[in-house]
């Protein structure tokens, strides 16, 4: 694939068209590259993976500092990456195209723009607002002539909705109407939760977010899911090997965790052959 924007940007929007796939979430740039290696077609920032590497809470980075973020993995890798933008770093319409506009200009082949405020006492934009947010994405992005793909989330699930799904279906099928062109509801594990999303989003792509064991991708490609992200959880798994095996040292005097952890020359190996290749 060549390394400009605009073939990842074609070749993300192929990637949605039949079958399923799996977008995984790095966190830097060398797990985006292994990611990359082990051949997987696209990759996906994660807020949260982005934030606990700065020493921060998940949101806690900026515009700017995820800007930055977006320039560097879109750079590193030669697969199309799509931005886990949040909710666009801004409350109102104009602010989310103003953001939008600058985010494709990092080299990103996608985005995603969520209905949640992080507001604790109001935790969703209401629905006409949040039509509007995505509305004035889709109007950013056309105005770009990019193609860079718009992925709109309804956090009903995660923000505790006493009616999730149908609060969710309710609000993609709206979004769709504005100009998604996928549609994702994160949170959601029973399959006919699935199903019921897939149905409602028609002719419209679905991401589903796993982060937790128990479905395959042979399972979820047979719900009609398009495509399979993993959010913050590859991030958690790094976090949980790590933390554990400190805890270990620090707790117990014991270094056991040592005992399985992968051999330097596979990781460093990878890494020299892989700059090597690149020329670095």
Same mark, same amino acid.
């Given at each position: ?10 070749? /993300? ?7 399923? /796939? ?17 051949? /997987? ?12 590497? #700065? ?15 977006? #320039? ?65 994405? #889709? ?17 009903? !699930? ?83 090997? !790590? ?11 014991? !270094? ?14 990878? /890494? ?9």
């Amino acid at each position: 694939m060549s390394n400009s924007p605009s073939a990842k940007r074609a070749a /993300f929007r192929r990637l949605h068209e039949s079958g399923c /796939f799996v977008i995984p979430n790095p966190w830097d740039v060398g797990s985006a590259r292994y990611l990359q290696h082990l051949g /997987f077609k696209a990759i996906a920032t994660t807020s949260s993976g982005a934030a606990w590497t #700065r020493g921060l809470a998940d949101n806690g980075v900026g515009l700017e500092g995820m800007l930055d973020h977006l #320039r560097e993995l879109a750079s590193a890798a030669d697969i199309p990456l799509n931005a886990d933008f949040e909710h666009g770093f801004a409350d109102d319409a104009a602010g989310v195209a103003a953001n939008v506009t600058k985010a494709v200009e990092t080299g990103i082949a996608g985005l995603s723009i969520e209905d949640s405020t992080g507001v604790s006492d109001k935790p969703l934009y209401d629905l006409p607002l949040a039509v509007e947010r995505i509305k004035a994405a #889709r109007q950013a992005i056309d105005r770009s002539g990019s193609g860079v793909l718009l992925t709109a989330r309804a956090e009903c !699930f995660l923000v505790g909705h006493p009616d999730p799904l149908n609060e969710s279906l309710k609000r993609l099928q709206a979004y769709a109407a504005a100009g998604a062109d996928c549609l994702y509801a994160p949170g959601p594990r029973q399959p006919d939760q699935i199903a019921a999303i897939v149905k409602a989003a028609g002719s419209k792509p679905v991401n589903l977010l796993v982060g937790a064991a128990g479905l395959t991708v042979k399972d979820i490609a047979g719900l009609g899911v398009r495509r399979i992200s993993t959010g913050g959880a590859l991030a958690r798994a790094a976090w949980t090997g !790590f933390m554990t095996t400190a805890r270990q040292i620090a707790g117990e005097g014991s !270094f056991a965790g040592f005992g399985s952890i992968v051999p330097f020359g596979e990781i460093d190996g990878f /890494f020299g052959a892989d700059a090597k290749k690149r020329g670095a």
